[in-house]
């Protein structure tokens, strides 16, 4: 980049106010300096980082790079070329960039720009070369970079990220992170995501679309009120060790979460609990809570809702060191579940092993021992359950000493047990042991905002293990989300498989789908159960504006159109944030 200020001849452009005004038109601090490295004009900004008296120093007696030297001098004998380093000043990582500035066919001075890396910002950029300067500094970048508005959409996004990503930035600014999440190209729960839960610097490993791994750091503005105001995101495609030690030189500098530490990366790998719906977070708290604790959990949903998963998170949370242990009461035939459960002794009963054997609740010693489907328990057993529960002991078949066993247990149901009592198929005094503590989770289809972030979870999880790349089109996801999902996440996460390994393109089509999930009415716009009419209004009205903007170039056409006037939709667009294309 060259930025031709000096043309001799010209009315005042070789003046110093004119260059002092030139640079104080670019949103971060500049300086240029002569052929001899020394400081000729400075904005304002610079005044504040280096101090008022730079002008006429060399640029190493306030900034010993080496370097920096280096690149000054190769941008003043390469006419045309700009440079770029990073160095540390006063505890913080700047990128800097080097222009040279053109009088006739000399270079007389270098125009150098400090970028603060972990105070960047896309600006409000008043003039057209100020403009270019600043894009082409953040195009030159060596990492992709965005920034996200509070609303979570993207409004910019440099070239090298638009590349890293293998999307068009007309792809992605404009385009919210749930838009990313529904496309496949990243996947939920990512880096970006973390920065607007923490409200703090968050780096870490996210994968895209292809199946390739990539940094990530996300830089969050946060106001006085706690609110996000918008985030900036540095990325780089490269190949990294997932340790928690793991830093990127161009990041030093930038205190930050990393979402990598080993504890949370496993119990994330084991849990997959993946979830942005309000009830299911407070049944996750609530899950954090009594997983410290000895009570006995009853976990009550559907069919495939993922009550084993939950279970295992549950154990997870409470650091028991012993096993996670499983059996499903409707899965073995009324005889065998106790032998499984208590174990037996030699000579029981006729085929029993000749030592006997130990059962699940001595396996699960000091773990948790998790009991689905426990209104299939026969009846049988259910008494011996109940003797544990009261005072942790078990007897093995045909035993006659009691066992103490340090176990947590952990039952779950889809059946209403109230109902079972009634009808003598499940033991009172058993249900109410039980129902000390019990959880319900609910189905899918309660929590509809759930199901794209699942199904670009599983989209790209199956993308990686075929070696495919395929991603839903838009009409499909709005008829996967409006589909009713009676088998939960269980038959989510199959569909997902059977489309990434049957269809043949990389786009997912409705014609795509199975015949039942075609066939899924999509609801009209009605406001959110969590948000307010005034919400739902707004929402409204910047969709509708948005809509109208893409189709129509004039604000008087718009005006028209809605039957309001000229100055009323110049305010919403603005109040909206909306550009002439529709995009916030």
């Known amino acids: 980049m060259t930025v031709a200020i000096y043309k001799k001849n010209s009315e005042d452009l070789n003046d110093t106010e004119k260059i002092r005004y030139f640079l104080n038109l670019i949103p971060f601090p ?3 300096v002569d052929s001899q490295q020394v400081v000729r004009e400075h904005n304002e900004k610079a005044r504040q980082l280096f101090g008022e008296m730079i002008e006429g120093k060399g640029i190493l007696d306030f900034l010993n790079n080496f370097n920096l030297s280096q690149i000054l001098f190769d941008t003043l004998i390469m006419r045309g070329k700009w440079k770029s380093t990073t160095l540390k000043f006063r505890g913080c990582t ?9 009088s006739g066919q000399i ?23 100020a403009k270019e300067h600043f894009e082409t500094i953040v195009n030159s970048f060596p990492c992709g970079i965005a920034v996200l508005n509070r609303e979570r959409r993207f409004v910019y996004a440099n070239h090298l990220l638009t590349e890293i990503v293998g999307f068009r930035p ?24 973390e920065a607007f839960l923490r409200k703090c610097a968050v780096e870490g490993i996210d994968r895209i679309y292809n ?21 900036t995101v540095f990325l780089e495609k490269k190949k990294v060790e997932k340790k928690k030690t793991n830093k990127r030189i161009l990041f030093q500098g930038v205190p930050c979460f990393s979402v990598d530490s080993q504890k949370e990366a ?29 009570v006995p959990v009853l976990l009550c949903g559907e069919t495939g809702v993922g009550k084993g998963v939950f279970a295992n998170y549950i154990h997870m949370l409470s650091g028991r060191s012993g096993a996670f242990l499983k059996i499903n009461c409707n899965a073995l035939p009324p005889e065998l579940v106790e032998t499984e459960l208590f174990g037996y002794e ?12 130990i059962g699940l609740f001595e396996m699960a010693e000091g773990g948790t021992l998790f009991l689905d489907e426990i209104g299939d328990m026969p009846i049988s057993s259910q008494g011996k359950l109940l003797d544990f529960l009261d005072d942790r002991k078990i007897r093995r078949i045909g035993g006659t000493t009691d066992i103490y066993v340090n176990v947590r247990l952990i039952a ?33 289809r309660d929590r509809k905002e759930d199901i794209p972030i699942l199904l670009s979870y599983y989209l790209n999880k199956f993308n990686k293990k075929y070696g495919c790349s395929k991603r839903f089109s838009s009409d499909s996801l709005e008829r996967l989300t409006a589909y009713e999902w009676p088998g939960n996440v269980r038959e989510l996460v199959n569909l997902v498989e059977n489309m990434v390994v049957t269809v043949q393109e990389d786009i997912i089509q409705i014609a795509d789908l199975p015949p039942q999930v075609k066939a899924s009415q999509i609801r009209k716009p009605c406001p959110s159960k969590n948000g307010t009419l005034k919400e739902f209004v707004e929402k409204l009205e910047r969709d509708i504006l948005r809509s109208a903007l893409r189709e129509h170039k004039s604000s008087r056409e718009i005006a028209k159109l809605l039957g309001t006037s000229h100055t009323t939709v110049l305010k919403k667009i603005k109040r909206y944030g909306l550009s002439p294309h529709g995009h916030r």
């Open 30 to 32: 500049a300086i240029t």
């Open 94 to 102: 700047f990128y800097v960039v080097t222009s040279p500035l053109i």
């Open 107 to 129: 270079t007389e001075r270098v125009l150098v720009s400090f970028i603060d890396i972990s105070k960047i910002y896309i600006p409000f950029v008043a003039t057209k070369e």
């Open 170 to 193: 007309e792809n992605i600014v404009g385009k919210t992170i749930d838009d990313l999440y529904n496309y496949g190209i990243l996947l939920y729960p990512s880096v970006i995501e």
């Open 211 to 231: 199946g390739e791994e990539v940094y990530i750091k996300a830089i969050p503005k946060v106001s006085k009120h706690g609110c996000v105001e918008k985030i």
């Open 266 to 294: 496993d119990l994330f790998n084991c849990a997959h609990i993946i979830t942005r719906n309000k009830k299911m977070i407070s049944v996750m708290e609530t899950m954090k809570r009594v997983a410290q604790t000895e």
């Open 346 to 357: 030699e000579g029981a009963f006729t085929g029993a092993r000749k030592k006997g054997k």
């Open 412 to 444: 779950a149901t889809n059946k209403d047990l109230g109902l079972l009592v009634k009808e003598g198929k499940f033991r009172s005094d058993l249900y109410y042991r039980l129902n000390v503590l019990t959880i319900f989770i609910p189905p899918l």
